[in-house]
């Protein structure tokens, strides 16, 4: 069933007169708070992304309920956390918070924060530009590269920023310029070059 096409996206979620019941309690906006908690307390990378991965899947869609989970994880802070995660050295975590992000931007006022504090940690997590993977330079070097742990991202996890990256860009000049003011035009061009066969 589709969401109230009334509400606002800002207001208090329709259809939640009543504290969830049973089967109930796994969609609803209210189980947004211990995911966020787990993601910002906890350190196992597994742990994380389980809990990044529910959140992807909750917001996942056009279903009323994931509407109402991208807006309670802007209400509750929760974007900022995903972003902050973009930065450790784990592949497969940045792989689920990347098209965590991506479902998350499904939401305009998402999208627009997205775009606004999220675009340079997206465009970083790709490989090319100063962030070479075949070669590290001698400089000052930074602690959130594209490669993770001396290791190059999964085929996977790049995907998952190129989708993220997409829908936060469609149909948002800003983002688009964001996009472009970060070096990711020049770094998806590198990628479409050097993966071709994929």
Same mark, same amino acid.
């Given at each position: 069933m589709p969401y109230d096409p009334q509400w606002d996206g800002v207001g208090p979620f329709p259809d939640l007169a009543e504290p969830p019941k049973?089967?109930?309690? =796994?969609?609803?906006?209210?189980?947004?708070?211990?995911?966020?908690? =787990?993601l910002s307390e906890c350190s196992n990378p597994d742990t994380l992304e389980g809990a990044a991965g529910a959140l992807q899947n909750l917001a996942a869609g056009s279903w009323k309920w994931s509407v109402y989970i991208r807006a309670a994880v802007r209400k509750e802070k929760g974007l900022p956390i995903l972003v902050e995660l973009l930065r450790i050295d784990n592949d497969r975590v940045v792989c689920a918070v990347a098209t965590a992000l991506r479902n998350m931007a499904l939401d305009i006022r998402n999208k627009e924060l997205i775009g606004k504090y999220a675009m340079r940690d997206l465009v970083h997590r790709l490989p090319g530009g100063s962030n070479n993977n075949n070669t590290s330079s001698g400089g000052g070097g930074s602690t959130n590269s594209s490669i993770l742990a001396g290791k190059t991202m999964s085929d996977d996890t790049i995907t998952a920023i190129c989708c993220a990256l997409h829908e936060v860009i469609t149909k948002n000049m800003e983002n688009t310029k964001a996009l472009r003011d970060a070096g990711g035009i020049e770094k998806l061009i590198g990628i479409a070059r050097s993966k071709g066969d994929k």
């Open positions: 049973g089967i109930q309690m =796994l969609w609803h906006p209210t189980i947004v708070k211990p995911y966020l908690t =787990l």
